[in-house]
């Protein structure tokens, strides 16, 4: 079994993994460091997904890297686009000869004695077994299954006798031109979908059980492209950036504090864009608040164009049970198919689903708390990336690296090795993520808590987070600093002259 060691080791190499090397690149350039990624090839989802359609669901001012600006022209870009921009920056800051493909972390084993992780990977190319060590464990390998989309056990469907797909596996040699399409789903991923494939369909059908709140908006953006003939790139891009993240924070907030008004813009936005006449009401109003789920945003209203344009349209029903010829519906309505895509959702799977150990003790990651939502309580020198649920993924991970290289860099000039989060005392334990979207609820339980308050609450904002994440506080009440050979600290007391989570980082 080989063996090596880096100061840094990262998981992943996607749009969190390469950005969390380039930020090592840029901000603590004496670490070594090497990128783990289980497939055998850069850009993690974006490149995984290959559907017809695949984009992004938030514009690329915010989604794209802070230290290098998104020059494009649409600012809701396709899937092919992002990836290439991801490789690209992975070869501008020398990230792709760090990446080692086809390792796939099983296990992680943390030792106090000597300060180290021992990472345990199998290489999927050639069965071999490898160990490394490092001092930081860096996990970037998002919160869902690349080899399993989720599809629930739908009635009869092995009675059905055309072509079913998932999104996620989408298979190169389907071709649905002339086609009956049904697309099961009403998220981001089916409205997605929908208009792609209408563009050569004979038909497409969405198919909801409910529905979910869709937005039009436009794949450019003006601002960014005003500014842009009249300022350099990286001028322009941080003031599109901000403007974009604030408007994206008032529309959470609004959302959250007057959902009602919210609501109604929506349905009024949907019903100017649809014939006269539609039943908004029953294909676009969901059953739940704006930003309960992820709004589906839809570029240039795609989505309301083909069924506009009779291309394409939406069915909210059950479904009764496949048949050999398509789906029949519980209000006894059959959509004839020769393709149905179950666009059902993920499945959740926290450190690319590993299992880790301290000392020895196995860790339940349902029992920890997560400190400023990317470290876990009695876990030492580990960070993770999830991005945010409101906005885009990147603002986060940014942020994550960002104060990852800080740690690195307070370890360094105060003589430490180790920086453990310390549990909370007491007090509320609620989800990490705050989603009721399907595919959370399915699998939230088995994913880390968050506490009551600063450090250990998520707060999905990104202003905020700035300001705690760049300028806050490294030592708080919520960590502590230590050697190689000092024990791990065990849950933090509650002190009795100040509220247990009062700590805010």
Same mark, same amino acid.
């Given at each position: 079994?080989?063996?090596?060691?880096?100061?840094?080791?990262?998981?992943?190499?996607?749009?969190?993994?390469?950005?969390?090397?380039?930020?090592?690149?840029?901000?603590?350039?004496?670490?070594?460091?090497?990128?783990?990624?289980?497939?055998?090839?850069?850009?993690?989802?974006?490149?995984?997904?290959?559907?017809?359609?695949?984009?992004?669901?938030?514009?690329?001012?915010?989604?794209?890297?802070?230290? =290098?600006?998104? +020059?494009?022209?649409? @600012?809701?870009?396709?899937? $092919?686009?992002?990836? !290439?921009?991801? #490789? %690209?920056?992975?070869?501008?800051?020398?990230?792709?000869?760090?990446?080692?493909?086809?390792?796939?972390?099983?296990?992680?084993?943390?030792?106090?004695?000597?300060?180290?992780?021992?990472?345990?990977?199998?290489?999927?190319?050639?069965?071999?077994?490898?160990?490394?060590?490092?001092?930081?464990?860096?996990?970037?390998?998002?919160?869902?299954?690349?080899?399993?989309?989720?599809?629930?056990?739908?009635?009869?469907?092995?009675?059905?006798?055309?072509?079913?797909?998932?999104?996620?596996?989408?298979?190169?040699?389907?071709?649905?031109?002339?086609?009956?399409?049904?697309?099961?789903?009403?998220?981001?991923?089916?409205?997605?979908?929908?208009?792609?494939?209408?563009?050569?369909?004979?038909?497409?059908?969405?198919?909801? =059980?409910?529905? +979910?709140?869709?937005? @039009?908006?436009?794949?450019? $953006?003006?601002?960014? !492209?005003?500014? #842009? %003939?009249?300022?350099?790139?990286?001028?322009?891009?941080?003031?599109?950036?901000?403007?974009?993240?604030?408007?994206?924070?008032?529309?959470?907030?609004?959302?959250?504090?007057?959902?009602?008004?919210?609501?109604?813009?929506?349905?009024?936005?949907?019903?100017?864009?649809?014939?006269?006449?539609?039943?908004?009401?029953?294909?676009?109003?969901?059953?739940?608040?704006?930003?309960?789920?992820?709004?589906?945003?839809?570029?240039?209203?795609?989505?309301?164009?083909?069924?506009?344009?009779?291309?394409?349209?939406?069915?909210?029903?059950?479904?009764?049970?496949?048949?050999?010829?398509?789906?029949?519906?519980?209000?006894?309505?059959?959509?004839?198919?020769?393709?149905?895509?179950?666009?059902?959702?993920?499945?959740?799977?926290?450190?690319?689903?590993?299992?880790?150990?301290?000392?020895?003790?196995?860790?339940?990651?349902?029992?920890?708390?997560?400190?400023?939502?990317?470290?876990?309580?009695?876990?030492?020198?580990?960070?993770?990336?999830?991005?945010?649920?409101?906005?885009?993924?990147?603002?986060?991970?940014?942020?994550?690296?960002?104060?990852?290289?800080?740690?690195?860099?307070?370890?360094?000039?105060?003589?430490?090795?180790?920086?453990?989060?310390?549990?909370?005392?007491?007090?509320?334990?609620?989800?990490?993520?705050?989603?009721?979207?399907?595919?959370?609820?399915?699998?939230?339980?088995?994913?880390?808590?968050?506490?009551?308050?600063?450090?250990?609450?998520?707060?999905?904002?990104?202003?905020?987070?700035?300001?705690?994440?760049?300028?806050?506080?490294?030592?708080?009440?919520?960590?502590?600093?230590?050697?190689?050979?000092?024990?791990?600290?065990?849950?933090?007391?509650?002190?009795?002259?100040?509220?247990?989570?009062?700590?805010?980082?």
């Amino acid at each position: 079994m080989a063996s090596d060691h880096v100061d840094v080791l990262i998981v992943g190499a996607g749009l969190s993994g390469v950005g969390a090397a380039c930020h090592l690149r840029r901000d603590c350039p004496g670490k070594t460091y090497a990128v783990l990624e289980a497939r055998g090839a850069i850009g993690g989802t974006w490149d995984l997904f290959r559907y017809p359609g695949v984009r992004s669901d938030s514009d690329m001012f915010t989604l794209g890297y802070s230290f =290098r600006p998104w +020059t494009d022209p649409k @600012a809701i870009a396709d899937g $092919d686009s992002i990836r !290439d921009y991801v #490789r %690209r920056t992975a070869r501008e800051y020398g990230v792709t000869e760090h990446i080692r493909f086809h390792h796939r972390v099983v296990r992680a084993e943390w030792d106090s004695g000597t300060a180290r992780w021992t990472v345990r990977a199998r290489r999927d190319d050639t069965g071999e077994d490898v160990a490394l060590t490092c001092a930081f464990l860096f996990v970037c390998s998002g919160y869902y299954r690349y080899d399993a989309g989720y599809t629930p056990d739908l009635p009869g469907m092995g009675e059905y006798a055309g072509r079913l797909v998932h999104p996620q596996h989408w298979p190169a040699d389907l071709d649905h031109t002339g086609r009956r399409v049904v697309v099961v789903g009403s998220g981001a991923t089916a409205v997605t979908l929908v208009p792609a494939l209408a563009e050569r369909a004979a038909h497409v059908t969405l198919l909801q =059980r409910s529905p +979910t709140y869709v937005i @039009a908006l436009s794949s450019r $953006d003006g601002l960014a !492209d005003a500014l #842009r %003939r009249r300022l350099p790139a990286k001028v322009a891009y941080p003031l599109v950036r901000w403007k974009n993240v604030l408007l994206g924070v008032a529309n959470f907030q609004l959302s959250r504090r007057a959902p009602g008004l919210v609501r109604r813009f929506l349905l009024r936005a949907a019903a100017g864009r649809l014939p006269a006449g539609y039943d908004v009401g029953r294909h676009f109003s969901p059953r739940y608040d704006p930003w309960d789920q992820r709004l589906c945003v839809v570029p240039d209203g795609d989505l309301f164009t083909a069924v506009g344009q009779g291309r394409a349209e939406v069915v909210t029903d059950r479904i009764d049970t496949f048949t050999p010829t398509g789906v029949r519906l519980a209000s006894g309505t059959e959509l004839t198919a020769d393709i149905v895509v179950t666009a059902t959702g993920l499945n959740l799977l926290a450190l690319g689903g590993m299992t880790i150990s301290v000392d020895g003790a196995e860790v339940d990651l349902a029992d920890t708390v997560a400190y400023k939502g990317m470290m876990l309580s009695g876990v030492p020198n580990l960070a993770m990336t999830i991005g945010y649920t409101n906005a885009s993924w990147t603002l986060k991970a940014d942020l994550v690296a960002t104060y990852v290289c800080r740690l690195l860099r307070h370890l360094d000039a105060t003589g430490q090795q180790i920086v453990t989060p310390l549990a909370p005392g007491s007090g509320e334990r609620v989800p990490l993520i705050d989603l009721k979207s399907g595919y959370v609820l399915r699998g939230v339980d088995a994913l880390p808590k968050q506490g009551a308050s600063a450090p250990w609450r998520l707060h999905q904002n990104y202003p905020r987070d700035v300001l705690l994440m760049r300028h806050g506080r490294l030592t708080d009440a919520g960590v502590r600093f230590s050697r190689a050979g000092a024990p791990p600290p065990g849950p933090r007391r509650p002190d009795p002259a100040r509220p247990a989570d009062a700590a805010v980082g």
